[in-house]
């Protein structure tokens, strides 16, 4: 056995997972997206930095805003969703290194005094903790959907403001056991593909 982690887990994650297109009318509790958040915080970023925000889109009212800004086939299962997340990276993320990286004294004002380092840093590691995030709602026994189709720099403007730019959108459910729930398997990189070993 080369992987330390439990079979069922392994098809939990990755082998049985999938990413979701219809969700079954089961509602997703705080609780459960509180107990995803307190697994995958623990995901690594450069720094410390943590620079991921969530926005859940929870009032009928902010879903049909959002809804209206995505591509055509992300708006059905976006509007029937329980619950859909902003994903986005905290431009901004360096008012808290003084309390996330205490390693580094002034790390805040050394590394990333300049917006633009910021916003280069933010986006790289706040993809990582999107990528933590879909594995820790599948932890949860829940689907993810996430999608970029759609008018990412409008949905900024609309719900996020000059400081957090925009990740993904991503709907959350258990998956429904119905035709059309997932898309078929599409096939993945071999390893000869993907290791090069110098
Ligand atoms: C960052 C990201 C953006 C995506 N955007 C969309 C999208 O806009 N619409 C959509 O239907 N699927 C979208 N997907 C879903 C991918 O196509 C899907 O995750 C991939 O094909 C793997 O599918 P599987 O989990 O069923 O194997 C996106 C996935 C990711 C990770």
Redesign the pocket.
């Known amino acids: 056995m080369s992987l330390a982690l439990d079979p069922a887990a392994q098809d939990l994650l990755f082998r049985e997972?999938?990413?979701a297109?219809k969700f079954s009318s089961e509602p997703v509790t705080e609780e459960q997206l509180r107990a995803i958040h307190d697994l995958v915080k623990f995901g690594p970023t450069a720094f410390n930095q943590s620079p991921l925000r969530v926005t859940l889109v929870q009032s009928p009212e902010a879903r049909e805003r959002l809804v209206a800004l995505l591509?055509d086939?992300?708006k059905a299962k976006t509007a029937s969703a329980p619950v859909t997340a902003i994903l986005s990276a905290d431009a901004e993320f360096h008012e808290e290194l003084d309390v996330l990286l205490p390693a580094i004294p002034g790390a805040k004002d050394l590394f990333f005094a300049e917006r633009p380092v910021r916003e280069r840093s933010a986006l790289s590691n706040a993809q990582l903790q999107?990528a933590y995030f879909?594995i820790g709602v599948r932890a949860a026994g829940l689907a993810a959907?996430?999608?970029?189709?759609?008018d990412m720099e409008g949905i900024r403007k609309e719900f996020l403001g000059d400081d957090h730019l925009p990740?993904?959108v991503v709907n959350i459910g258990r998956i429904a056991e119905e035709e059309g729930a997932?898309?078929p398997?599409?096939p993945r990189l071999s390893y000869e593909q993907v290791f090069t070993t110098v």
Request: hydrophobic share 35%.
């Open positions: 997972a999938h990413t297109q591509s086939g992300n999107a879909i959907g996430p999608m970029t189709g759609g990740l993904m997932h898309y398997r599409a």
